[in-house]
């Protein structure tokens, strides 16, 4: 009789343990979640971009030569128009003086072409009164004639060699203005890559200058998924890998429509108008972007 008390007394504790075992899973894990904060998901969309000025150039020489002046350093501020670089000049000169040269002999020729038909026409009325007093054949007429057409000729072609020539030399006078760089916009020489007595190859860029009184980022790194979310406008959040710390807000200010193939996807550039600045941002510098979509 005792065990069966003692077995009913154990049974007891057993359920009274089971019952307060669940009551705290039930309510204490319940108030737990209660002090738990409700994360939302971050649906900005992140990518790359790079630091540009708003207006820059990059220059070069539209003609091979040797480097005979550079007039501008590095660091150096430049207006439009501010002479930059020149080649050696010389051997572009003499072509524009042989050039002009052979026009003045070219009008000469023409001067004379044109006394040589006057002369022509004047023989032909001679034989023509001639004719009239019954003192020349038709053959002298026929003959007089023809040289006169013969030297009509002579002048036209003298006169198209001087537009030719004149035409030669307009050539090698743009030449000659191609020897020079000019700064096309204000602004900060940036980056000068060349010395007197290089050889200046077309299309290598020798210069460029940046207007640093405005910047903006650019990113390529927005794929066709993610460039239908974005809008003009749609605000933006700013870092940079080379300077920690700095957060700029900004936001989208033009869309390239055409999309390009890189690292394997279809992508899409990006404008980013900064609302601030910070002076130790350069040109080509890393940008992490954080884009939120109006929508």
Request: charged share 30%; aromatic share 6%.
């Amino acid at each position: 009789m005792a065990m069966i008390k003692r077995h009913w007394l154990l049974c007891l504790v057993l359920m009274v343990v089971l019952a307060i075992s669940s009551w705290w899973l039930l309510n204490g894990r319940q108030g737990e979640k209660k002090d738990i904060p409700v994360v939302k998901a971050d649906d900005r969309i992140l990518a790359e971009g790079i630091v540009y000025p708003v207006h820059y150039a990059e220059l070069s020489m539209p003609v091979e030569g040797t480097i005979g002046e550079i007039l501008i350093k590095e660091g150096d501020n430049v207006v439009a128009g501010q002479p930059i670089i020149r080649l050696v000049r010389e051997d572009y000169q003499e072509r524009v003086g042989s050039d002009r040269s052979n026009v003045a002999g070219a009008v000469a020729a023409v001067e004379q072409a044109r006394v040589n038909v006057a002369d022509a026409e004047r023989e032909l009325q001679r034989q023509q009164r001639l004719e009239n007093a019954g003192a020349a054949t038709r053959q002298k007429i026929e003959q007089a004639q023809m040289e006169v057409e013969r030297k009509r000729a002579a002048l036209t072609q003298a006169q198209a060699d001087v537009s030719a020539r004149e035409g030669k030399v307009s050539e090698s006078q743009k030449v000659l203005d191609k020897a020079e760089i000019r700064a096309p916009i204000n602004g900060t020489v940036v980056f000068l890559d060349v010395k007197v007595g290089e050889h200046a190859a077309t299309g290598k860029v020798l210069v460029r200058i940046a207007d640093e009184s405005g910047w903006e980022v650019r990113s390529d790194d927005l794929t066709e998924l993610a460039i239908a979310k974005v809008k003009l406008g749609d605000a933006v959040n700013l870092t940079f890998d080379g300077i920690p710390g700095v957060d700029i807000p900004g936001k989208i200010k033009f869309i390239r429509s055409y999309g390009e193939k890189k690292r394997g996807d279809m992508t899409y550039t990006v404008f980013i108008a900064p609302e601030q600045w910070d002076d130790r941002l350069r040109w080509n510098m890393t940008a992490q972007i954080a884009i939120s979509p109006s929508e």
